[in-house]
């Protein structure tokens, strides 16, 4: 069964600080991995997508990468601010799926404080 | 910027009735999908629409469950006899190949009484 599962699963750090969230999926066969970045009571807002080929990309101050053999992926925010407080979500598709029926982890809330 | 819209973005309705949750995808694409969020919980997929057609369905979308695309604009989720676990964030979201990224809309909540 495809799954995805995210660490932590709450996370607390100060303005200014760096963090980073986990990933790890048993999607198979493995098409593109996506962080999205959700705000609370509103819609998932794309933050980067990989392909296999692909071990890290960069979207501002967000840096994703991916090991395509270990099947883990990691979300680094730098310097955060206090509206990088949301859930970030990582949603992995499988091959000869669409994107829709993709597979979503139950995200890590980041909360940013002052 | 392009983006996906819903309305309404917060629709009640009592336990029994039907209610039709209504989306305007991004023009350009071609497929486009329904999610479900349970408050407090993870998005899980509900359908994707395809050429007029559902691609595909989760065990969720049940015969409780039918989508449409009326025009040549919206796509709509229909859910008939609600029910009170039918109460959730519902997402619309588009995407312009079969597997780019999705783009989400703002969702409706349906609040079933």
Known sequence: KNQVEQSPQSLIILEGKNCTLQCNYTVSPFSNLRWYKQDTGR??????????????????????????????SSLHITASQLSDSASYICVVSALHTNAGKSTFGDGTTLTVKP | EPEVTQTPSHQVTQMGQEVILRCVPISNHLYFYWYRQILGQKVEFLV??????ISEKSEIFDDQFSVERPDGSNFTLKIRSTKLEDSAMYFCASSSHKNTEAFFGQGTRLTVV
């Open chain 2, 48 to 53: 994707s629409f395809y050429n007029n057609e």
């Open chain 1, 43 to 72: 819609g998932p807002v794309s933050l980067t997508i990989m392909t296999f080929s692909e071990n890290t990309k960069s979207n501002g101050r967000y840096t994703a990468t991916l090991d395509a053999d270990t099947k883990q």
